[in-house]
């Protein structure tokens, strides 16, 4: 069955960076490409862009452009996403999502929570 | 791209159904057969419950209906139970990008 299982929780100090994974297991990776949704502490679902996991090419959702980098690792079947210079307002749980066909996110990590505290 | 409407709070109770509304623009819910429906219970991850305006994935009850009427899109839960208690939330997809809604609480009375 398809899975996408995420890194462990993370708590950086503000100004460090972060890299989170989702390794996919029970499909193609490469035939889907890959979701970055974000959720704030009792906030909604954010969507922080996709990347195309044929090319490796990053689309970024306004507000997620410059310290935000989206990556992959096909060998291991592993999408990355690596936040930099991190600030208080990045603490959130950060999802990987595959998506199904066009902007339909059928299977999701558990979530991995970043908290950036002093 | 702004979030798309929804109610901030929904309820019923068993048995009955409730519906819950997503409102956008032509650009994204008006423009576009993408609409698709998570459900989130506390701590977990989001579930796809609708995709393409009104299309189930298999295991998803029939309970679960989704329709369009111009730019606005509805999720409708018949036969509430109380495992529907959970936070609902709507997407589109956009020309550039995909857009959520800011999440409806359903509480089951």
């Known amino acids: ?63 997620f452009t410059g310290r935000f980098v989206f990556s992959l690792d096909t060998s291991v079947s592993t ?39 002093s | 791209q702004s979030a798309l409407t929804q109610p901030a709070s929904v309820s019923g109770s068993p048995g009955q159904s409730i519906t819950i509304s997503c409102t956008g623009t032509s650009s994204d819910v008006g423009g576009y057969n993408y609409v698709s429906w998570y459900q989130q219970h506390p701590g977990k991850a989001p579930k796809l419950m609708i995709y393409d305006v009104s299309n189930r994935p298999s295991g998803v009850s029939n309970r679960f209906s989704g329709s369009k009427s111009g730019n606005t899109a509805s999720l409708t839960i018949s036969g ?30």
């Open chain 1, 1 to 63: 069955q398809v899975q996408l299982v995420q890194s462990g929780s993370e708590l950086k100090k503000p100004g460090a960076s972060v890299k989170v994974s989702c390794r996919a297991s029970g499909y193609t990776f490469t035939s889907y490409a890959m979701n970055w949704v974000r959720q704030a502490p009792g906030q909604g679902l954010e969507w922080m862009g996709w990347i195309s996991t044929n090319t490796g090419n990053p689309t970024y959702a306004q507000g």
């Open chain 2, 80 to 109: 509430l139970q109380a495992e529907d208690e959970s936070d609902y939330y709507c997407s589109s997809f956009t020309s550039s990008s995909t857009v959520f809604g800011g999440g409806t609480k359903l509480t089951v009375l």
């Open chain 1, 79 to 117: 999408a990355y996403l690596q936040i930099s210079s991190l600030k208080a307002e990045d603490t959130a749980v950060y999802y990987c999502a595959r998506d199904g066909q066009l902007a339909v996110f059928d299977s999701w990590g558990q979530g991995t929570l970043v908290t950036v505290s």
